[in-house]
């Protein structure tokens, strides 16, 4: 409150943003585009109030307004992949994942240098079953970025999704091996060696799984699954005490 008076006379554009920033996160959407449409009529140049103009119509809840934006920032300079991830996020929360299939696909033709584009369209089309047409993305991907835990997790949740588990397992490895510091791809493998029997190395996953992150509840349902299992098949052996 005590910056109001001063930012009310401010026509510095990158102090005003900082204001409009302040005022969305507070959800006074009012006063954060006032101080946004202040920033973008002394500098409209600056790609970084163009997404934040993004954030502020996806919160009041205009869809094509928060696109229109997300575009502006590309074209003021943005990442392209970053400011296209952002508009297929929103679209898919909307369940237009046809519109963002179809805006990824244009987009790819004009970028097709970006990998995380066709990440994204993996992600989209795996969403709307076309599992073939995702996995051909990802590996388009991956010549692009040999190197990437994210694409080769990817392939391995998609593979897993076809059935393909030995497949994918060799893929949550080499995600593993490149960033070992997401839990999920050692959940994945838990759930892998659970279904061949192996129940000590799963939860050697498991343990990990959980000691890199602690707060994702995702990794205690899976974990859940793996207990469940395990102990039935304990029980089947007639081993209660470690059921």
């Known amino acids: ?106 987009t790819i033709e004009n970028y097709a240098d970006k990998p995380q584009l066709y990440v994204n369209l993996a992600t989209v089309q795996k969403d709307r079953g076309q599992f073939s047409a995702a996995y051909e993305s990802l590996l388009k991907a991956e010549t692009l970025l040999p190197a990437s835990a994210e694409i080769s997790n990817s392939k391995g949740e998609l593979l897993w999704d076809m059935e393909r588990k030995d497949e994918a397992a060799v893929c949550f490895e080499r995600g593993i091996s490149l960033s070992p510091f997401e839990g999920k791809p050692y959940m994945y493998l838990a759930q892998y060696y659970i279904e061949n029997v192996q129940f000590s190395k799963a939860e050697e996953y498991v343990v990990e799984a959980i000691e890199l992150e602690p707060e994702n509840k995702v990794l205690y349902s899976m974990a859940a699954d793996y207990f469940e299992i395990y102990g039935s098949q304990e029980l089947e052996k007639g081993d209660f005490s470690n059921a």
């Open 1 to 106: 409150p005590l910056l109001e008076p001063v930012f009310d006379f401010c026509y510095d554009p990158s102090q005003l943003l900082v204001c409009a920033d302040i005022y969305i996160k507070r959800r006074d959407f009012e006063k954060g585009a006032f101080f946004l449409d202040r920033a973008i009529a002394i500098d409209a140049s600056d790609w970084k109030a163009y997404a934040l103009q993004l954030i502020l119509e996806k919160e009041r809840g205009d869809l094509e307004a928060a696109i229109e934006a997300g575009f502006a920032a590309i074209e003021k300079g943005a990442d392209v992949g970053i400011g296209i991830s952002q508009i297929v996020t929103m679209l898919t929360d909307a369940g237009e994942g046809k519109r963002a299939e179809e805006l990824l696909t244009e």
